[in-house]
């Protein structure tokens, strides 16, 4: 019997693929992913999400906005995050309103504090971990978007440091470093760039955004984002620099951009690779990536309702162990966009399953039901109205 001759495809799904002639969608089933059901699929996962107690946001007038977290850390017990804070007279007013008190964007005259938690949802503001310094250091105008790396029983910040306010010229700056021998503090800020922006004319020539750190194959793996080309024609896409020391050099990988969609940074150590959440932005928005080298990634699962700016808890983020467990929760950030005057973003936990040999009865939903409302607040504009008549 020829292969054409095999009659329909079975109604029991094979696992592996079958050894017949498919379509391209049917290949792709088998190929680009570990599983042909993402039920079963170790890097598919669905994400929940709860309100987080104890951090104060001036009753959402806008002056006070926490965002950006860093992945999240345990030590002696307790949970550690980083975060971009800003406390500011008023919310943001955009490039042109903005003075040396009030804010471009919400992530303009910001500082870096950080938060302690027993179980994950319950967070207390320590206070300030790095402060931005007086003008002209490196920073002065605002720092934002922390991650952290633990090295040889050292603490290292890694965030972006705006000599502009956001929005000048675009959302231009590189990124510095600050460390300590203790989570606590106090911090050391080196008041130097450590990862530069490219050369001109290189995708990454104006900015290195939300560098996140990890260790793997004995190196410190830097991975961050660019937005390159002009808004609103831009693409988002992220690269990774290598370094042996903290304080550098960092190598800029001769392949990057190695994502190419994906807003925010988010990796992870899974199985012998990297794993990596494309969350928004770019062709691949919404999708989780593996890669066995840290470098080539490819499609793992298609999936929805990312968090935002994800800061996972990653219990192996520095071990290097080659055999990476995986995220089941962190804290990722969102913005109330209903009143623009007032504008402020917050932090909520996500809890999510992308753990290796995980229940699959857990957080694998792949038909999330949303309520209406999501769906109406993605209004047309009065324009848009207006073209199509309505
Ligand atoms: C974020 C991040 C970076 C950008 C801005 C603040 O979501 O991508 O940190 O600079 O927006």
Not at 147 to 154: A, F, N, T
Not at 247 to 275: D, M, Q, V
Request: glycine share 8%; proline share 7%; aromatic share 12%.
């Amino acid at each position: 019997m020829s292969k054409l001759e095999q009659g329909a495809f079975p109604w029991d799904i094979p696992q592996t693929k079958p050894d017949r002639p498919l379509s391209a969608a049917m290949q792709r089933l088998y190929e680009n992913y570990q599983t042909p059901r993402p039920e079963d699929n170790d890097l598919f996962s669905s994400f929940k999400y709860t309100r987080v107690e104890g951090l104060d946001y001036s009753n959402s007038d806008g002056t006070v906005s926490r965002r950006d977290p860093s992945k999240i850390i345990k030590i002696d017990g307790l949970y550690y995050v980083w975060y971009t804070k800003r406390h500011t007279p008023l919310p943001p007013r955009g490039a042109e309103q903005c003075t040396d008190d009030i804010p471009s964007m919400d992530w303009d005259l910001a500082d870096i504090f950080y938060a302690t938690s027993k179980d994950g949802l319950h967070w207390q503001e320590q206070g300030v971990a790095v402060k931005r310094p007086s003008k002209p250091e490196l920073g002065w105008r605002s720092i934002s978007t922390p991650d952290i790396l633990v090295w040889q029983g050292r603490y290292y910040l890694y965030y972006q440091a705006f000599m502009e306010a956001s929005g000048t010229k675009g959302d231009h700056c590189p990124v510095t470093m600050a460390w300590s021998d203790s989570p606590r503090g106090p911090w050391t800020a080196t008041g130097e760039i450590v990862v530069e922006n490219g050369e001109p004319g290189s995708w990454d020539q104006f900015s290195i955004h939300d560098p996140y750190l990890l260790v793997y194959k004995g190196k410190i793996h830097l991975y961050y984002k660019s937005a390159y080309g002009d808004r609103p024609d831009y693409l988002v896409g992220n690269g990774l620099a290598i370094a042996d020391n903290p304080h550098g050099p960092f190598e800029k990988h001769s392949l990057n951009p190695i994502l190419n969609s994906g807003h925010e940074t988010c990796y992870f150590p899974f199985k012998e690779g990297i794993a990596a959440l494309a969350i928004r932005n770019g062709n691949e928005s919404n999708t989780i990536q593996y890669s066995k080298d840290g470098v080539n990634f490819n499609l793992a699962s298609v999936t929805q309702l990312m968090p935002i700016a994800a800061g996972p808890y990653i219990a192996d983020a520095f071990d290097d162990t080659g055999d990476g467990i995986g995220i089941s929760w962190g804290l990722s950030h969102m913005a109330d966009k209903k009143d623009p005057t007032t504008k402020y973003s917050f932090l909520a936990r996500f809890d999510c399953n992308l753990l290796q040999n995980s229940e699959k009865n857990d957080c694998h939903e792949t038909d999330v039901v949303h309520d209406p409302e999501v769906y109406f607040a993605q209004a047309l504009t009065a324009e848009q109205r207006k073209k199509r008549g309505i």
